[in-house]
């Protein structure tokens, strides 16, 4: 079964670094999604992507936030500037399309843990 | 806004006991519901969507607009149902957002 996969699994880093997590979603997937969960709380939707924009981002999503589609594979989310309570599990998803058919489920990869010290 | 409410951190229920997860949401829109489970160590993963009126696991949902609900439901638990559910909402007009609620750890005890 086609997974979505991220890398790295953990990473550390000192506050102010930037930082990059890379996912591959699934192949003929579409639609791609960052969500992130501190510890002790909820998945909280962060930013989605289609045909090379954003289109839609929460409030969490600001300037220090970026994401991109670099090579038609890999899709990343890049944090600028590292801030302590940026320390999270960060989730990519993919969705074949929209709607209310099958295609708009989630398929979550196995998530990046980060940890700003 | 969207909201999703699940007032149960943790629920512990005996093997063959039956489980009800509960999950309240709010929401002016027409929302598209939907059931996460994550098993230990293992990815978050669409148990069941309320569109599809499936059970899945043994597990059920309904939506519940007067009472905007969609409680999970299952008559008899499986060691094997212990994990973290998670209800999620998402506006079914095409906006991609998904918005969760906190999540219910469910252990069951043999």
């Known amino acids: 079964e086609p997974e979505v996969t991220q890398t790295p699994s953990h990473q550390v880093t000192q506050m102010g670094q930037e930082v990059i997590l890379r996912c591959v979603p699934i192949s003929n997937h579409l639609y791609f999604y960052w969500y992130r969960q501190i510890l002790g709380q909820k998945v909280e939707f962060l930013v989605s992507?289609?045909?090379?924009?954003?289109?839609?981002k929460s409030e969490i999503f600001d300037d220090q936030f970026s994401v991109e589609r670099p090579d038609g594979s890999n899709f990343t989310l890049k944090i600028r500037s590292t801030k302590l309570e940026d320390s999270a599990m960060y989730f990519c998803?993919?969705?074949?399309?929209?709607?209310?058919?099958?295609?708009?489920?989630?398929?979550f990869g196995a998530g990046s843990r980060l940890t700003v010290l | 806004a969207q909201r999703v409410t699940q007032p149960e951190k943790l629920l512990s229920v005996f093997k063959g006991a039956p489980v009800e997860l509960k999950c309240n949401y709010s929401y002016s829109g027409s929302p598209e519901l939907f059931w996460y489970v994550q098993y230990s160590r293992q990815r978050l993963q669409l148990l069941l969507r309320?569109?599809s009126r499936e059970s899945i696991k043994g597990f059920t949902a309904d939506l519940n607009k007067g009472e905007t609900s969609f409680h999970l439901k299952k008559p008899f638990a499986q060691e094997e149902d212990s994990a973290m559910y998670y209800c999620a909402l998402r506006d079914s007009g095409g906006y991609q957002k998904v918005t969760f609620g906190t999540g219910t750890k469910l252990q069951v005890i043999p």
């Open positions: 992507f289609y045909n090379n924009e954003i289109s839609e």
């Open positions: 309320h569109i």
């Open positions: 998803a993919s969705s074949l399309g929209q709607g209310l058919s099958g295609a708009n489920v989630l398929t």
